[in-house]
DNA sequence: TACATTGCTGACCCGTCAGTCATTAAGTCG
DNA sequence: CGACTTAATGACTGACGGGTCAGCAATGTA
């Protein structure tokens, strides 16, 4: 009459312990968390964890890879398909990784490798590689895009890739650090738009005829 | 003849363990950090840490309130008695964070208070109220003076304040994390510099009897 | 030299947690 | 139902590291 005290059901387990794992890596960092945690989480104990992963740090592995392919490959199709101003696919570009990123779990995942990359160098690596290296060539290649049309003025494809979305980065950084220390008044579409209205702004080749030149006073 | 085994040096203690700690939180982290390493740099023995602190915690609390308070100072100061475009003063604040923290070991700090606050809400909040709190209002009220006299066009200080450093922190952040898996390609005067350049560009309100509107065509 | 003071040591204690494995019981088949 | 397979359990191990403290040795005093 009572129900079994626990089911078999092999298929649903590594899904259901790798969104365990995220939300506990991404609440209390790798080295924080305990797998037993994990495993509770998930409804099960802590031996079944190890049916399925063969160790905290392969499980890791499977949580970021599960987690962002899937991400890059939409941004690429963007940029790949966009017709128009650049301005607007980098409007684009933001909005869907806002979309598909800060508004999700994932979004926690920056902050945790940021933690984590130093002291296991390895999941750096596979991260540095398959998702940030990947990302940012996405962006470069939209940026350069708008250098060769013109519709932006002569600057570095390279750093403002990292500048479109660096803001951003660290938006979503600090929600999964300090936000819990101290509610944040920031209100993110407010303050995507605005990073996006200055950005845009600074990016664009002035209209012909007139030139304003901002320059560095600064040494060195 | 010999030297002897250690000496009586109750003065230089807790600066020699102040430094070996900040280095150490730096590299590894809080947790990841063990006392005994801390004392080994420090070249006296684990009791010792405990003479002269109560705690780990107290320790890495004192590592922080000894790095950054000085430097504060400075910037406020620097935004007191500024006389000129505020554009210069933005510059100067930049610069000054740069040489003050961006080329020092306390550039490792942010990246260790995003990692640890969540796991130690009373070093997070601590950090949030004696540091960044009085750093983002240092920023935000020199962004203010620029509103005020018509040098910028009418934006959000609050955000605009958050968009001067956050391509700076995040620089750091990433020096203390990722760069130990693949060295970066950036040079960080050049980025600081074209990061300056795109930002000014954005934020200075268009010369009169000219106006380009940059608008935004994302939904909501 | 004898004695007192105290900065410093390092072996030890004890809680924690990744990973193991003997055991249990859910599901399956005849 | 009984025999069998295997998903799942949870007590256990061993390593690790924060924190303690009894004792030692460097220094001061007479």
Redo the contacts with the bound molecule.
């Keep these: 009459m009572q129900a079994?005290?626990?089911?078999?059901?092999?298929d649903?387990?590594p899904a259901e312990l790798l969104a365990a794992a995220l939300e506990l890596f991404v609440e209390r960092g790798y080295?924080?968390?305990?797998?037993?945690?994990?495993?509770k989480r998930a409804?099960?104990?802590?031996?079944?964890?190890?049916?399925?992963f063969?160790?905290?740090?392969?499980?890791f592995k499977a949580v970021v890879r599960e987690g962002l392919v899937p991400l890059l490959e939409r941004g690429e199709k963007m940029v790949a398909e966009h017709r128009g101003s650049i301005a607007e696919l980098i409007r684009n570009l933001v909005q869907g990784w806002w979309e598909g990123v800060g508004l999700t779990p994932y979004a926690g995942l920056p902050k945790l490798m940021i933690s984590e990359c130093r002291n296991f160098p390895e999941l750096g690596k596979f991260y540095l590689d398959e998702v940030m290296a990947r990302g940012h060539k996405l962006v470069r290649k939209a940026v350069q895009r708008g250098l060769d049309s013109g519709e932006f003025r002569n600057l570095d494809p390279e750093y403002v890739a990292r500048l479109i979305f660096a803001p951003l980065v660290l938006m979503v950084v600090w929600r999964y650090s300090f936000d819990f220390c101290s509610a944040s008044k920031l209100e993110p579409d407010a303050y995507i738009q605005q990073h996006l209205d200055i950005l845009l702004q600074g990016l664009l080749a002035p209209a012909p005829g007139r030139l304003r030149a901002v320059r560095s006073t600064a040494k060195s």
Tied chains: 1, 2.
């Design positions: 079994p005290r626990w089911e078999r059901r092999k649903a387990r080295a924080a968390t305990r797998l037993d945690d994990v495993a409804g099960v104990s802590k031996g079944t964890v190890y049916l399925y063969p160790s905290k740090e392969e499980l």
